[in-house]
């Protein structure tokens, strides 16, 4: 990763996140807040427009247990996105305060529905991948692939796109991926003359792409809450979706690209070569890991053994090979991520407990038109998350689509994957850690000009991509 500079004319990074001029955020936020609230006030009161008889006929109406939770929930995402606080622990806080002394429950009917298995699933897929990293073996996959083209550099985006999609398809995050390969990508993309915001979009797309896999954190996640509120989905489906979703849009961008006349990047002469080592033949660790990866694949794809276990048994096998470091592998490991699907989880959780995501849904439903409904929830969801956790954003919100469904001919399979996809591909936002990371990787000199253009872009897909999302799988029920 390159080195930041100390002061920037329009702001600064830190720890791999642009911290964008106080007016501009200012703006964006105050955006993202009206449409949001304008998507609320559609749920709550649209019922009362479309379908006024409806309406009049049985209006759902909160009680004072179900707002003060709803509105904890609504100052928890409004203070993660001002702050850089996890919201995760704000969760579990809050789960203890609103289930302790409002509802009057014990420690462990609070914690009764506390993910056990996607925290394992997170613990052991993070600790075997940090260290994958260490001992480069990643590096190994991504020069073996960058090779393949063979000075066809049009191709070099594709490239990264699917080894940025196997990453994540293997179960590594897609921040973690964006990290491991945006600083190969920006400096192939300096080198190739392409410009910077193309090659990182693609990297971000293909984080994506493949972030819904059977194996992969965000598929678990998914898949587990639609089938614990009832509605179970095709992890297939989910997968397929994705990946077609952001290869299609992937294509749109080289399209969008040809058509501005910046394929070819006219600031990319001052570069002076690529920052990532070459990497040379594997040694005895690094063919360890390699195998180790292909044995996770046998054992989860082939035999359905659980992939937490899986991957902290291989990093345990990794790890005596070099006990020296285990601490740092240890370290390696996404905790904060832990936190906030264990919070995020327990008090949505907590929320389904006391009636306020059922009340929500008959509140939807008050549209009586399930595709605008639908499309309604793709934008919230899909603007929420440029600014905020995807993740905290999915658990909040797939649950509400479980009495849409039973109540309508909608697709839960197709349904669940618009808000999925809706909720993630806006990540190529510089507020969110995937598009700060390209920022940050971007020549010094260069760093302000690619952060401008990357939040524009960001832009035309946050109004663009939900509704994409929406028509291709919610209206066709292709899935």
Known sequence: MTKTAEKPATGTIADGRLQPPRRRRRILLVTAAAITFLGLVALLFGGAIFGPVAASESEPT????QIIPLVILVVMFVVATK????????????????GYFVLGMTDRQILEDFPATIVLTIIGVTYFFSMAQRNGSIDIIVQSCVRLVRGKTMLLPWVFFLMAAALTALGTFSPAAVALLA????????ESRIHPVLMGAFVINGAHAGGFSPLSVAGVLV???AQKNGFPIDQGALFLASFALNFILSALTIVLFALLGKLRDKHANEYAGLDTPRVGRPNGQQLLTLALILAI???????????????LTAGLLLAFVNIKEHKTFIGGISWSTVLLVAGMITYVSLLQHVGVIDTLAEMALALGAPLLIALVLC???GVGSAFASSTALLTAFIPMAGPLLATSSLSASGTVAALAIAATVVDVSPFSTDGALVVANARENDRQRVYRQLMMYAGGVVLVAPALAWVLLVPTGII
């Open 379 to 381: 934008y919230v969801i």
């Open 83 to 98: 702050w850089p606080l996890n919201i995760g622990v704000m969760g579990l806080v809050a789960s203890f305060g609103v």
């Open 183 to 190: 600083p190969a990508a920006l400096g192939l993309a300096y």
């Open 297 to 311: 694949l046998v054992c989860t794809l082939g035999f359905h053994m659980p992939i937490g276990f899986v991957a």
């Open 223 to 225: 898949h587990d809450i």
């Open 62 to 65: 909160m009680t004072a247990t």
